[in-house]
Protein backbone atom coordinates (compact mmCIF):
# COMPACT_ATOMS: atom_id res chain seq x y z
CA UNK A 1 0.00 0.00 0.00
CA UNK A 2 0.96 3.36 -0.74
CA UNK A 3 2.53 5.46 2.29
CA UNK A 4 0.20 8.27 2.95
CA UNK A 5 2.23 11.46 3.96
CA UNK A 6 0.66 13.91 6.59
CA UNK A 7 1.92 17.33 4.95
CA UNK A 8 4.04 17.02 2.42
CA UNK A 9 6.48 20.63 2.04
CA UNK A 10 7.50 21.54 -1.88
CA UNK A 11 10.45 23.29 -1.95
CA UNK A 12 14.32 22.70 -0.68
CA UNK A 13 15.10 26.00 0.26
CA UNK A 14 15.34 27.85 3.65
CA UNK A 15 11.29 28.38 3.99
CA UNK A 16 10.27 24.90 2.80
CA UNK A 17 12.74 23.15 5.71
CA UNK A 18 11.58 25.67 8.54
CA UNK A 19 7.85 25.61 7.46
CA UNK A 20 8.34 21.76 7.69
CA UNK A 21 10.86 21.96 11.12
CA UNK A 22 8.06 23.60 12.83
CA UNK A 23 5.21 21.46 11.42
CA UNK A 24 7.20 18.92 13.13
CA UNK A 25 8.16 20.09 16.31
CA UNK A 26 4.20 20.31 16.83
CA UNK A 27 2.98 17.37 15.69
CA UNK A 28 6.07 15.03 16.07
CA UNK A 29 4.06 12.05 15.18
CA UNK A 30 3.52 13.65 11.30
CA UNK A 31 4.95 11.62 8.17
CA UNK A 32 6.40 14.85 6.56
CA UNK A 33 7.72 14.51 2.49
CA UNK A 34 9.75 17.21 1.84
CA UNK A 35 10.78 17.17 -2.18
CA UNK A 36 13.48 19.71 -3.94
CA UNK A 37 13.87 19.18 -7.19
CA UNK A 38 17.53 19.85 -7.53
CA UNK A 39 20.20 17.52 -5.58
CA UNK A 40 20.82 19.32 -2.79
CA UNK A 41 19.52 21.83 -0.27
CA UNK A 42 19.30 25.56 -0.90
CA UNK A 43 20.43 25.66 -4.20
CA UNK A 44 18.52 28.36 -5.34
CA UNK A 45 17.80 32.15 -3.13
CA UNK A 46 18.54 30.21 0.22
CA UNK A 47 21.91 29.14 -1.21
CA UNK A 48 23.30 32.45 -2.99
CA UNK A 49 21.88 34.99 -0.36
CA UNK A 50 24.19 37.38 1.07
CA UNK A 51 24.02 35.91 3.92
CA UNK A 52 23.21 38.66 6.21
CA UNK A 53 20.93 38.44 9.37
CA UNK A 54 18.46 41.56 9.00
CA UNK A 55 17.71 43.66 11.79
CA UNK A 56 14.10 44.57 10.75
CA UNK A 57 15.02 48.30 10.34
CA UNK A 58 13.91 48.71 6.78
CA UNK A 59 10.33 47.33 6.58
CA UNK A 60 6.84 49.51 7.58
CA UNK A 61 5.92 48.83 10.82
CA UNK A 62 2.99 46.40 10.70
CA UNK A 63 3.82 45.03 8.23
CA UNK A 64 4.68 41.04 7.71
CA UNK A 65 8.04 41.81 6.92
CA UNK A 66 8.85 43.66 10.00
CA UNK A 67 7.32 41.26 12.73
CA UNK A 68 8.46 37.85 11.28
CA UNK A 69 11.96 39.39 10.37
CA UNK A 70 12.50 41.27 14.26
CA UNK A 71 10.36 37.70 15.52
CA UNK A 72 12.35 35.42 13.17
CA UNK A 73 15.91 36.77 14.12
CA UNK A 74 15.70 36.14 17.72
CA UNK A 75 14.69 32.79 16.83
CA UNK A 76 17.10 32.46 13.81
CA UNK A 77 20.57 33.62 16.21
CA UNK A 78 19.10 31.00 19.36
CA UNK A 79 18.90 28.59 16.82
CA UNK A 80 22.28 29.32 15.30
CA UNK A 81 23.94 28.86 19.17
CA UNK A 82 22.57 25.89 19.78
CA UNK A 83 23.30 24.42 16.64
CA UNK A 84 26.93 25.67 16.30
CA UNK A 85 26.12 27.15 13.17
CA UNK A 86 28.53 29.55 11.74
CA UNK A 87 27.27 33.42 12.23
CA UNK A 88 28.48 36.32 13.65
CA UNK A 89 26.60 39.44 15.04
CA UNK A 90 29.18 41.78 14.03
CA UNK A 91 26.36 44.86 12.91
CA UNK A 92 25.78 47.22 10.13
CA UNK A 93 26.60 50.72 8.94
CA UNK A 94 24.08 52.54 6.64
CA UNK A 95 25.72 55.44 5.38
CA UNK A 96 24.69 58.43 4.06
CA UNK A 97 26.58 60.11 1.47
CA UNK A 98 24.54 62.86 0.51
CA UNK A 99 21.92 65.49 2.07
CA UNK A 100 19.95 64.37 0.06
CA UNK A 101 19.56 60.57 1.90
CA UNK A 102 19.12 62.03 5.37
CA UNK A 103 15.22 62.08 5.36
CA UNK A 104 14.82 58.46 4.43
CA UNK A 105 17.50 57.39 6.87
CA UNK A 106 15.81 59.24 9.69
CA UNK A 107 12.27 57.10 8.52
CA UNK A 108 14.39 53.72 8.13
CA UNK A 109 15.53 54.42 12.17
CA UNK A 110 11.71 55.69 13.19
CA UNK A 111 10.99 52.29 11.48
CA UNK A 112 13.65 50.31 13.95
CA UNK A 113 12.34 51.99 17.05
CA UNK A 114 8.32 51.11 16.20
CA UNK A 115 9.53 47.38 15.21
CA UNK A 116 11.63 47.03 18.18
CA UNK A 117 15.23 46.79 16.48
CA UNK A 118 17.53 46.69 19.40
CA UNK A 119 21.70 48.30 19.95
CA UNK A 120 20.90 51.31 17.15
CA UNK A 121 22.60 54.47 17.08
CA UNK A 122 23.25 57.84 15.22
CA UNK A 123 26.98 58.33 13.76
CA UNK A 124 28.94 61.33 12.75
CA UNK A 125 31.18 61.19 9.67
CA UNK A 126 34.24 60.65 12.61
CA UNK A 127 32.16 58.02 14.13
CA UNK A 128 31.42 56.31 10.64
CA UNK A 129 35.43 56.15 10.55
CA UNK A 130 35.96 54.43 13.81
CA UNK A 131 34.24 51.65 12.81
CA UNK A 132 34.66 51.44 9.22
CA UNK A 133 38.41 53.59 8.73
CA UNK A 134 38.05 53.34 4.90
CA UNK A 135 34.25 54.54 4.65
CA UNK A 136 33.00 57.92 3.52
CA UNK A 137 29.79 59.52 4.66
CA UNK A 138 28.33 62.48 6.00
CA UNK A 139 26.11 60.57 8.80
CA UNK A 140 25.24 56.73 9.58
CA UNK A 141 22.89 54.66 11.40
CA UNK A 142 25.02 51.74 13.44
CA UNK A 143 22.16 48.25 13.60
CA UNK A 144 24.48 46.46 16.69
CA UNK A 145 21.95 43.60 16.03
CA UNK A 146 22.36 43.13 12.15
CA UNK A 147 24.59 39.87 11.69
CA UNK A 148 26.18 37.05 9.17
CA UNK A 149 25.22 33.22 9.05
CA UNK A 150 25.38 30.71 6.70
CA UNK A 151 21.96 30.02 5.28
CA UNK A 152 22.54 26.57 3.54
CA UNK A 153 24.31 25.26 6.61
CA UNK A 154 20.87 26.67 8.56
CA UNK A 155 18.58 24.90 6.02
CA UNK A 156 20.74 21.40 6.29
CA UNK A 157 20.54 21.42 9.77
CA UNK A 158 16.84 21.88 9.95
CA UNK A 159 16.26 18.87 7.52
CA UNK A 160 18.53 16.92 9.84
CA UNK A 161 16.42 17.82 13.47
CA UNK A 162 12.88 16.81 10.99
CA UNK A 163 13.95 13.76 10.36
CA UNK A 164 15.37 12.99 13.97
CA UNK A 165 12.04 14.16 15.49
CA UNK A 166 10.04 11.81 13.15
CA UNK A 167 12.45 8.92 10.94
CA UNK A 168 10.01 8.13 9.13
CA UNK A 169 9.18 11.74 7.53
CA UNK A 170 11.35 11.27 4.19
CA UNK A 171 13.70 14.16 1.83
CA UNK A 172 13.94 13.84 -1.63
CA UNK A 173 16.60 15.64 -3.37
CA UNK A 174 16.03 15.81 -7.61
CA UNK A 175 12.60 14.70 -7.28
CA UNK A 176 10.24 17.70 -9.07
CA UNK A 177 6.58 18.20 -8.07
CA UNK A 178 4.78 18.15 -11.64
CA UNK A 179 1.59 18.03 -11.05
CA UNK A 180 -1.13 17.33 -8.64
CA UNK A 181 -4.62 16.01 -8.59
CA UNK A 182 -6.68 13.70 -6.07
CA UNK A 183 -7.24 10.54 -4.75
CA UNK A 184 -10.59 10.37 -2.80
CA UNK A 185 -9.70 12.32 0.04
CA UNK A 186 -5.67 12.62 -0.58
CA UNK A 187 -3.89 14.99 -2.63
CA UNK A 188 -1.77 13.11 -5.38
CA UNK A 189 1.63 15.11 -6.22
CA UNK A 190 3.03 13.63 -9.38
CA UNK A 191 6.95 13.69 -9.77
CA UNK A 192 9.58 13.00 -11.98
CA UNK A 193 9.99 10.13 -9.86
CA UNK A 194 6.60 8.89 -9.33
CA UNK A 195 3.75 9.97 -7.23
CA UNK A 196 2.77 10.03 -3.81
CA UNK A 197 -0.20 10.82 -1.42
CA UNK A 198 -0.42 13.14 1.51
CA UNK A 199 -3.14 14.29 3.11
CA UNK A 200 -1.67 18.35 2.85
CA UNK A 201 0.76 20.38 0.72
CA UNK A 202 2.62 23.70 1.65
CA UNK A 203 4.06 25.05 -1.09
CA UNK A 204 7.61 26.79 -0.79
CA UNK A 205 8.52 26.96 -4.16
CA UNK A 206 10.75 30.49 -4.32
CA UNK A 207 11.15 31.32 -8.46
CA UNK A 208 8.68 29.15 -9.41
CA UNK A 209 5.94 29.69 -6.68
CA UNK A 210 3.37 31.31 -9.19
CA UNK A 211 3.30 28.39 -11.38
CA UNK A 212 3.00 25.48 -8.77
CA UNK A 213 0.41 27.76 -7.11
CA UNK A 214 -1.51 27.69 -11.10
CA UNK A 215 -0.86 24.14 -10.78
CA UNK A 216 -2.70 23.33 -8.01
CA UNK A 217 -5.85 25.34 -8.50
CA UNK A 218 -5.05 29.20 -6.80
CA UNK A 219 -6.28 31.62 -9.13
CA UNK A 220 -3.17 34.28 -9.70
CA UNK A 221 -3.06 37.53 -11.33
CA UNK A 222 0.40 38.03 -10.51
CA UNK A 223 3.78 36.84 -11.88
CA UNK A 224 6.83 35.75 -10.14
CA UNK A 225 10.03 37.65 -11.89
CA UNK A 226 13.46 37.26 -11.54
CA UNK A 227 15.93 39.92 -10.68
CA UNK A 228 19.23 38.73 -10.84
CA UNK A 229 22.08 40.13 -8.61
CA UNK A 230 25.56 39.98 -9.12
CA UNK A 231 28.78 40.62 -6.91
CA UNK A 232 32.10 41.17 -6.75
CA UNK A 233 35.06 40.61 -4.25
CA UNK A 234 37.61 41.97 -2.42
CA UNK A 235 40.94 40.51 -3.41
CA UNK A 236 43.60 40.37 -1.12
CA UNK A 237 44.92 44.03 -2.18
CA UNK A 238 41.05 45.34 -1.28
CA UNK A 239 40.48 43.35 1.57
CA UNK A 240 41.39 45.44 4.55
CA UNK A 241 39.49 48.07 3.73
CA UNK A 242 35.93 46.85 4.91
CA UNK A 243 35.77 45.18 8.52
CA UNK A 244 31.54 44.39 8.51
CA UNK A 245 28.72 45.29 6.71
CA UNK A 246 28.35 48.49 4.95
CA UNK A 247 24.93 49.79 3.24
CA UNK A 248 23.85 52.61 1.45
CA UNK A 249 20.56 54.33 2.36
CA UNK A 250 18.47 52.01 -0.33
CA UNK A 251 16.56 53.98 -2.70
CA UNK A 252 12.99 54.55 -1.68
CA UNK A 253 11.83 53.98 -5.20
CA UNK A 254 13.03 50.51 -5.45
CA UNK A 255 12.76 47.02 -3.16
CA UNK A 256 16.14 46.36 -3.23
CA UNK A 257 18.78 47.80 -0.31
CA UNK A 258 21.58 49.39 -3.28
CA UNK A 259 25.07 47.47 -3.45
CA UNK A 260 26.49 46.93 -0.02
CA UNK A 261 29.81 45.68 1.59
CA UNK A 262 28.88 42.30 3.25
CA UNK A 263 31.52 40.12 5.33
CA UNK A 264 30.58 36.16 5.07
CA UNK A 265 30.85 33.58 7.31
CA UNK A 266 34.29 32.35 5.48
CA UNK A 267 36.15 35.79 5.92
CA UNK A 268 35.33 36.69 2.10
CA UNK A 269 33.99 40.34 1.88
CA UNK A 270 31.36 40.59 -1.01
CA UNK A 271 29.89 43.78 -2.77
CA UNK A 272 26.69 43.50 -4.22
CA UNK A 273 23.63 42.54 -5.34
CA UNK A 274 23.03 44.67 -8.32
CA UNK A 275 19.76 43.73 -9.25
CA UNK A 276 19.11 43.18 -13.41
CA UNK A 277 15.75 41.86 -14.81
CA UNK A 278 16.60 38.06 -15.79
CA UNK A 279 14.95 36.14 -18.21
CA UNK A 280 15.80 33.21 -16.69
CA UNK A 281 14.34 32.84 -13.37
CA UNK A 282 17.39 30.40 -12.31
CA UNK A 283 20.12 31.35 -14.22
CA UNK A 284 23.21 32.81 -12.88
CA UNK A 285 25.22 33.56 -15.76
CA UNK A 286 25.00 37.12 -17.20
CA UNK A 287 23.75 35.56 -20.97
CA UNK A 288 21.66 32.96 -19.62
CA UNK A 289 18.42 33.09 -21.35
CA UNK A 290 14.97 30.51 -21.13
CA UNK A 291 12.55 30.64 -23.54
CA UNK A 292 9.72 29.67 -21.12
CA UNK A 293 10.62 32.02 -18.86
CA UNK A 294 10.97 34.82 -21.10
CA UNK A 295 7.72 34.51 -22.88
CA UNK A 296 6.10 34.40 -19.17
CA UNK A 297 7.69 37.58 -18.53
CA UNK A 298 7.15 39.13 -21.98
CA UNK A 299 3.40 38.22 -22.02
CA UNK A 300 2.70 39.89 -18.85
CA UNK A 301 1.43 43.42 -19.20
CA UNK A 302 2.96 44.29 -15.49
CA UNK A 303 7.07 42.97 -17.04
CA UNK A 304 6.10 45.95 -19.63
CA UNK A 305 5.02 48.76 -17.08
CA UNK A 306 7.67 47.75 -14.69
CA UNK A 307 9.67 48.33 -17.54
CA UNK A 308 8.46 51.73 -18.69
CA UNK A 309 8.52 52.71 -14.97
CA UNK A 310 11.81 52.25 -14.43
CA UNK A 311 13.39 52.65 -17.69
CA UNK A 312 16.44 54.50 -16.20
CA UNK A 313 17.20 52.19 -13.31
CA UNK A 314 17.20 49.70 -15.71
CA UNK A 315 19.16 50.32 -18.12
CA UNK A 316 21.85 51.60 -15.62
CA UNK A 317 21.98 48.15 -14.07
CA UNK A 318 22.16 46.23 -17.56
CA UNK A 319 24.89 48.46 -18.00
CA UNK A 320 26.74 47.40 -14.79
CA UNK A 321 26.70 44.00 -15.05
CA UNK A 322 28.94 44.00 -17.76
CA UNK A 323 30.79 47.25 -16.83
CA UNK A 324 33.61 46.59 -13.76
CA UNK A 325 34.35 49.86 -13.89
CA UNK A 326 30.72 51.16 -13.59
CA UNK A 327 30.38 48.76 -10.68
CA UNK A 328 33.25 50.15 -8.84
CA UNK A 329 31.75 53.81 -9.17
CA UNK A 330 28.86 53.01 -7.20
CA UNK A 331 31.10 50.76 -4.60
CA UNK A 332 33.73 54.09 -4.19
CA UNK A 333 30.46 56.21 -3.31
CA UNK A 334 30.84 54.38 0.49
CA UNK A 335 34.90 53.59 -0.04
CA UNK A 336 35.94 56.19 -2.26
CA UNK A 337 39.68 54.52 -1.93
CA UNK A 338 38.96 51.29 -3.85
CA UNK A 339 40.44 50.60 -7.12
CA UNK A 340 40.48 48.33 -10.08
CA UNK A 341 42.63 46.20 -8.70
CA UNK A 342 40.91 45.72 -5.22
CA UNK A 343 37.49 44.28 -7.07
CA UNK A 344 37.55 40.85 -8.49
CA UNK A 345 33.90 39.12 -10.15
CA UNK A 346 32.06 36.96 -7.88
CA UNK A 347 29.14 34.61 -7.42
CA UNK A 348 25.31 35.90 -9.01
CA UNK A 349 22.12 35.32 -7.10
CA UNK A 350 18.40 35.12 -8.35
CA UNK A 351 15.69 36.99 -6.30
CA UNK A 352 12.08 36.04 -6.91
CA UNK A 353 9.34 38.89 -6.79
CA UNK A 354 5.53 38.69 -7.19
CA UNK A 355 4.94 41.10 -9.60
CA UNK A 356 1.69 42.65 -9.55
CA UNK A 357 -0.60 43.88 -13.06
CA UNK A 358 0.19 47.63 -12.22
CA UNK A 359 4.36 46.83 -12.71
CA UNK A 360 4.50 47.24 -9.33
CA UNK A 361 6.13 44.09 -6.84
CA UNK A 362 4.81 43.01 -3.65
CA UNK A 363 6.84 44.38 -0.91
CA UNK A 364 5.52 42.34 1.62
CA UNK A 365 5.31 38.54 2.43
CA UNK A 366 2.46 36.97 1.03
CA UNK A 367 1.02 33.46 1.95
CA UNK A 368 -2.31 32.08 1.44
CA UNK A 369 -4.38 28.76 1.90
CA UNK A 370 -6.65 26.38 -0.07
CA UNK A 371 -8.41 23.86 1.77
CA UNK A 372 -5.86 21.52 1.34
CA UNK A 373 -2.78 23.73 0.40
CA UNK A 374 -0.97 26.28 1.41
CA UNK A 375 0.95 28.82 -0.82
CA UNK A 376 3.89 31.22 0.22
CA UNK A 377 3.56 33.18 -2.69
CA UNK A 378 5.77 35.95 -1.69
CA UNK A 379 8.93 35.25 0.16
CA UNK A 380 11.83 38.14 -0.62
CA UNK A 381 14.65 39.24 1.42
CA UNK A 382 14.60 39.18 4.59
CA UNK A 383 12.52 35.87 4.43
CA UNK A 384 15.73 33.69 4.91
CA UNK A 385 15.76 36.02 8.36
CA UNK A 386 12.74 35.26 8.74
CA UNK A 387 12.37 31.75 8.10
CA UNK A 388 11.58 30.57 11.90
CA UNK A 389 9.06 32.96 12.11
CA UNK A 390 7.65 32.20 8.52
CA UNK A 391 7.24 28.67 9.98
CA UNK A 392 5.23 29.77 12.70
CA UNK A 393 3.05 31.53 10.61
CA UNK A 394 2.54 28.21 8.43
CA UNK A 395 2.35 26.01 11.25
CA UNK A 396 -0.63 28.23 13.12
CA UNK A 397 -2.35 28.74 9.66
CA UNK A 398 -2.40 24.98 8.98
CA UNK A 399 -3.73 24.42 12.65
CA UNK A 400 -6.51 27.01 11.91
CA UNK A 401 -7.54 26.06 8.15
CA UNK A 402 -6.66 22.07 8.24
CA UNK A 403 -8.27 21.92 11.30
CA UNK A 404 -5.41 20.15 13.61
CA UNK A 405 -6.07 19.32 16.75
C1 LIG B 1 20.97 37.78 -4.17
C2 LIG B 1 20.12 37.61 -2.94
C3 LIG B 1 20.51 38.16 -1.71
C4 LIG B 1 19.71 38.01 -0.59
N1 LIG B 1 20.18 38.39 0.64
C5 LIG B 1 19.47 38.08 1.76
C6 LIG B 1 20.02 38.29 3.04
O1 LIG B 1 21.17 38.70 3.18
N2 LIG B 1 19.25 38.01 4.13
C7 LIG B 1 17.97 37.54 4.01
O2 LIG B 1 17.30 37.34 5.03
N3 LIG B 1 17.44 37.29 2.79
C8 LIG B 1 18.17 37.51 1.68
N4 LIG B 1 17.68 37.20 0.45
C9 LIG B 1 16.35 36.63 0.35
C10 LIG B 1 16.34 35.17 0.78
O3 LIG B 1 17.45 34.47 0.29
C11 LIG B 1 15.04 34.54 0.28
O4 LIG B 1 13.98 35.36 0.70
C12 LIG B 1 14.85 33.15 0.86
O5 LIG B 1 16.01 32.37 0.63
C13 LIG B 1 13.64 32.48 0.24
O6 LIG B 1 13.66 31.13 0.60
P1 LIG B 1 12.71 30.11 -0.13
O7 LIG B 1 12.86 28.82 0.56
O8 LIG B 1 11.34 30.72 -0.23
O9 LIG B 1 13.22 30.07 -1.64
P2 LIG B 1 14.40 29.22 -2.30
O10 LIG B 1 15.61 29.22 -1.49
O11 LIG B 1 14.52 29.73 -3.70
O12 LIG B 1 13.84 27.75 -2.30
C14 LIG B 1 12.78 27.32 -3.14
C15 LIG B 1 13.09 25.89 -3.52
O13 LIG B 1 11.99 25.29 -4.18
C16 LIG B 1 12.51 24.37 -5.11
N5 LIG B 1 11.48 24.05 -6.09
C17 LIG B 1 10.89 24.90 -6.97
N6 LIG B 1 9.99 24.23 -7.72
C18 LIG B 1 9.97 22.96 -7.28
C19 LIG B 1 9.26 21.79 -7.67
N7 LIG B 1 8.35 21.82 -8.66
N8 LIG B 1 9.50 20.62 -7.02
C20 LIG B 1 10.43 20.56 -6.01
N9 LIG B 1 11.16 21.64 -5.63
C21 LIG B 1 10.93 22.82 -6.24
C22 LIG B 1 13.70 25.12 -5.71
O14 LIG B 1 14.61 24.27 -6.36
C23 LIG B 1 14.27 25.81 -4.48
O15 LIG B 1 15.30 25.05 -3.88
C24 LIG B 1 18.46 37.34 -0.70
C25 LIG B 1 18.08 36.76 -1.92
C26 LIG B 1 18.92 36.85 -3.01
C27 LIG B 1 18.53 36.15 -4.27
Redesign the pocket.
Known amino acids: MQKVFDVAV ?9 SAYKIQKNKPNFKILI ?4 DL ?14 SGIYYPPGSMKAKN ?1 VDGRHELVAFAKEHKIAHDICGKLIVATEPSELPFMKKIYGNGQANGVEDMQWLNSEEIKEIEPFCEGIEGLRVGCTGIID ?1 RAT ?1 EKLAELILQIQPDSELHLG ?4 KFDHDGDFKLIH ?1 NKGSHKAKKAIF ?6 D ?2 AKKDGVKLKERVVG ?3 D ?1 FELTDRGHHKVKHLIYPVPNPDFPFLGVHF ?1 RMTDGEIEC ?2 SAVFTFKR ?1 GYKKTDFDLRDTIDALSYSGTWKLFFGNMKFGIEEQIRAFSKKRFLKTLQRLIPSLEMDDIRPGR ?5 MLLNQSGDTRDDFRIEYTDESIH ?1 LN ?9 LSIGNHVYNMAQEHFNWD
Open positions: IGGGIVGLALEKELAPHQTGNNSGVIHCYTEEALTCAGLQARLFRGYTGPESGVRAVAPSPAATAA
